[in-house]
Nanobody, 122 residues
């Protein structure tokens, strides 16, 4: 069992930056791949980026070059650095964890945080 808690969301102007954190507790954090997803109002939850236990990463095209995922296994924490934010990045951002390799589908992730709101104003 893994518990995940996101933080770092907020309101930012277009072009600005935010850094989200995903604090994990429970089983060994380094055993899990971590994914970030987002859900805008009225839309389905979508994949943003994921990182494996060995720091292999995969990004959605919409955030490539602007967002950077990382993890600190010693601190049981994952991070999402978001730069050059756009109004279309506005959503609730969720971190998720799964054993094994990274995946882009929500159905493969076993554990989810409660989400943190990111709002980008134009």
């Amino acid at each position: 069992q893994v518990q995940l808690v996101e933080s770092g969301g907020g309101l930012v102007q277009a072009g600005g930056s935010l850094r989200l954190s995903c604090a994990a507790s429970g089983r060994t954090f380094s055993d899990y791949a971590i994914g970030w997803f987002r859900q805008a109002s009225g839309k389905e939850r979508e994949f943003v980026v994921a990182i494996s236990w060995s720091c292999v990463t995969f990004y959605a095209d919409s955030v490539k070059g602007r967002f950077t995922i990382s993890r600190d296994n010693a601190k049981n924490t994952g991070f999402l650095q978001m730069n050059s934010l756009k109004p279309e990045d506005t959503a609730v951002y969720y971190c998720a964890a799964k054993v094994g390799t990274i995946a882009t589908s929500t159905s493969f992730y076993d554990y989810w945080g409660q989400g943190t709101q990111v709002t980008v104003s134009s």
